[in-house]
């Protein structure tokens, strides 16, 4: 179900102020309009038209050049930023509608077969998650006769949760309770789907000026417990330090929704504090911070750690630590958010509310709404594609059967002209 914004974008964070007080039965809240190889036996593949032939463009960032590749009917904005796994510049449709496009470049996607196993692992997550709180997959084009330069066109949003929470910006408890809420309600679709995100940071949480949030970045998400779910080793590399749950860094490989939940109380704490709650140097000086923050589990609180002997002889070293008065720790907090980051920071992962029972915190009160506990995938994840062993043969023929199914879906050709293989309207 999509719902549209009733309210005017405005110019700048700071003269937002979330509109939680209307009456939630009558308005509808933030959120922006949702659009709905091995090619398939008897798929032809269509001539590149001239409105979509690829056209360089050079991308200015942090005194890097890049050699962009665009559509001819896309004008280049401005460079948005770089990572290790690619860089993303913004984009504006010169057609009538003048809709705005964020544009991530991997290069020499399959020079390591892993990342690239990574990045088609993103597209196909971004193909099958479809939510208000989930950027969305707007086109996919590469480059090259082994497929190796991918172009991957999502929704540009104005911002990052990270950026927001470095600014001057002055943020509200408001903007705290919406902003959590929609990465909470982010967070129950997809794991209705089946699926961990396993890296949720404030960085990975994209924000327009009018408040509406989109989760990103799912190259290290996994599936869970069910068939047709990877099947690799879950491993304790996962998630920012400052995020990471207690589980991920004691447990190591037997860990699941929880996580994120986990990472949504960090973010939920950051916003508040302006500052991350755990600042870790390595990991074991982050279970030492999370310990000095929450205190250490004692008693029953033990209980989830029964089937790993080495960790909880390695948490008992800790003694008995009451951790810190959390109305000191976050004075401008209200009780209620308070509870709420205790809440999603409970260190038994058993007793950390899940995604939806995290929505009906008091805090959201006034925010929550029944009808988003309904909002959930069709059905898991197919995670059969997510093979332990890939090959460049592999990688490339799932490209392109990611192509080819994202054009079904969003009603667009797949073209071609030489070695350029594109689906966008």
């Known amino acids: 179900m999509t719902r549209r914004s009733d309210r005017r974008t405005s110019k700048a964070l700071a003269e937002t102020r979330p509109d939680t007080e209307?009456?939630?039965?009558?308005?509808?809240?933030?959120?922006?309009?949702?659009?709905?190889?091995?090619?398939?036996?008897?798929?032809?593949?269509?001539?590149?038209?001239?409105?979509?032939?690829?056209?360089?463009?050079?991308?200015?960032?942090?005194?890097?050049?890049?050699?962009?590749?665009?559509?001819?009917?896309?004008?280049?904005?401005?460079g948005v930023g770089h990572g290790a796994y690619g860089i993303v510049a913004a984009f504006k449709d010169t057609r009538p509608s003048g809709k705005h496009y964020a544009i991530k470049f991997v290069r020499n996607a399959f020079h390591d077969i892993f990342d690239g196993q990574r990045i088609l692992r993103e597209i196909r997550l971004l193909r099958s998650l479809r939510h208000d709180n989930i950027v969305q997959?707007?086109?996919?084009?590469?480059?090259?006769?082994?497929?190796?330069?991918?172009?991957?066109v999502t929704d540009l949003m104005d911002t990052d949760l990270g950026k927001i929470i470095k600014s001057t910006e002055v943020l509200t408890e408001e903007h705290h309770r919406w902003f959590t809420y929609q990465i909470i309600r982010g967070l129950h679709y997809m794991h209705s789907a089946g699926v961990v995100h396993r890296d949720l940071k404030p960085a990975n949480v994209l924000v327009n000026k009018d408040c509406a949030v989109k989760?990103?970045?799912?190259?290290?998400?996994?599936?869970?417990?069910?068939?047709?779910?990877?099947?690799?080793?879950?491993?304790?590399?996962?998630?920012?330090r400052y995020y990471r749950a207690p589980e991920v860094i004691l447990l190591s490989s037997d860990y699941g929704a929880p996580i994120d939940v986990w990472a949504a109380g960090c973010c939920l704490a950051e916003l508040i504090a302006r500052k991350p709650l755990f600042k870790g140097k390595d990991p074991v000086d982050q279970i030492t911070q999370i310990?000095?923050?929450?205190?250490?589990?004692?008693?029953?609180?033990?209980?989830?750690?029964?089937?790993?002997?080495?960790?909880?002889?390695?948490?008992?070293?800790?003694?008995?630590?009451?951790?810190?008065?959390?109305?000191?720790?976050?004075?401008?907090?209200?009780?209620?958010?308070?509870?709420?980051?205790?809440?999603?920071?409970?260190?038994?992962?058993?007793?950390?509310?899940?995604?939806?029972?995290?929505?009906?915190l008091p805090f959201f009160e006034g925010t929550y709404q029944v009808s988003d506990e309904n909002q959930v995938a069709e059905g898991r994840v197919d995670w059969s594609f997510d093979v332990e062993k890939p090959t460049l043969r592999s990688l490339q023929v799932l490209l392109r059967s990611e192509t080819q199914e994202l054009s079904k879906e969003l009603g667009f050709p797949v073209y071609e002209d030489g070695n350029a293989v594109i689906t966008f309207a």
């Not at 959120?31 to 091995?38: A, C, D, G, I, V």
């Not at 997959?137 to 991957?152: K, N």
């Not at 989760?215 to 920012?240: I, N, Q, W």
């Not at 080495?310 to 810190?324: D, E, I, L, P």
Request: hydrophobic share 35%; net charge positive; proline share 6%.
């Open 137 to 152: 997959l707007r086109g996919l084009y590469y480059t090259g006769s082994d497929c190796q330069d991918i172009y991957i």
């Open 215 to 240: 989760l990103c970045d799912f190259g290290l998400a996994r599936g869970m417990g069910s068939p047709g779910s990877d099947g690799h080793k879950l491993t304790e590399y996962v998630v920012t």
């Open 291 to 360: 310990f000095k923050v929450m205190g250490t589990p004692t008693g029953s609180d033990l209980g989830w750690l029964s089937q790993s002997n080495t960790a909880m002889s390695f948490v008992k070293r800790f003694g008995s630590q009451q951790g810190q008065n959390f109305t000191l720790l976050l004075p401008k907090a209200s009780q209620v958010a308070i509870q709420a980051v205790k809440a999603m920071l409970s260190l038994d992962p058993n007793k950390r509310p899940s995604a939806v029972a995290s929505m009906r």
């Open 22 to 78: 209307r009456s939630r039965s009558h308005a509808p809240r933030p959120s922006l309009e949702r659009q709905t190889s091995n090619l398939s036996a008897g798929q032809k593949v269509q001539p590149l038209p001239s409105k979509l032939a690829l056209r360089a463009t050079d991308v200015d960032l942090k005194s890097k050049k890049v050699v962009f590749k665009a559509p001819a009917v896309l004008s280049f904005s401005r």
